[in-house]
């Protein structure tokens, strides 16, 4: 499968990786929990993907989604693919009603899409400023987050 493919490649050399995303992909889909999947293609072949699934915060499920994996296949990175999947996938989040979207990654990056740490939203063992959220309407629920089991697949 070709997201399989660019996923893979795109967190071969990730030092923060475990070489499960193209899992936690393909869990999400076969649990029905890939709420939004959404792919770039390029001169015909998929060069990026883009995942979002719901999370539950404090014990109750929200209508909070997680952003992840992103995944940009090494060739086209830093030419604004991975930017244009997140861009539209959060587009379509307003369309959806969805109130809010965390994720778990660079601040640098994704401060840029309006993503920040938010006081009271916290998921365990990440460092605070790695998790970080958007809130699209009303406020930031406070609670710990949990992603879907596909999240905890190991290698």
């Known amino acids: 499968m070709a997201i399989d493919e660019v996923t893979r490649e795109a967190f071969r050399d990730h030092p923060f990786s475990r070489q499960t995303e193209h899992r936690i992909v393909r869990g999400l889909r076969e649990a029905g ?5 959404l792919v770039a293609v390029r001169d015909g072949l998929v060069v990026g993907h ?5 999370v539950v915060i404090g014990g109750l499920e929200a209508t909070w989604w997680g952003l992840g994996p992103l995944s940009v296949a090494p060739s086209v990175q830093r030419i604004g693919v991975g ?3 997140v861009r539209s996938g959060l ?6 009603a969805v109130a809010g979207c965390v994720v778990l990654g660079d601040p640098r990056y994704y401060g840029r899409f309006g993503f920040a740490p938010r006081e009271g939203l916290v998921y365990p063992g990440a460092p605070s400023d790695h998790f970080m959220a958007l809130v699209r309407s009303g406020d930031a629920p406070v609670g710990e987050v949990a992603f879907h ?7």
């Open 83 to 85: 930017s244009a999947l």
């Open 33 to 37: 929990a890939l709420s939004l999947s």
């Open 91 to 96: 587009r379509r989040l307003a369309e959806r």
């Open 149 to 155: 089991p596909a999240f905890s697949l190991t290698p």
């Open 50 to 54: 883009v995942a979002f699934s719901p």
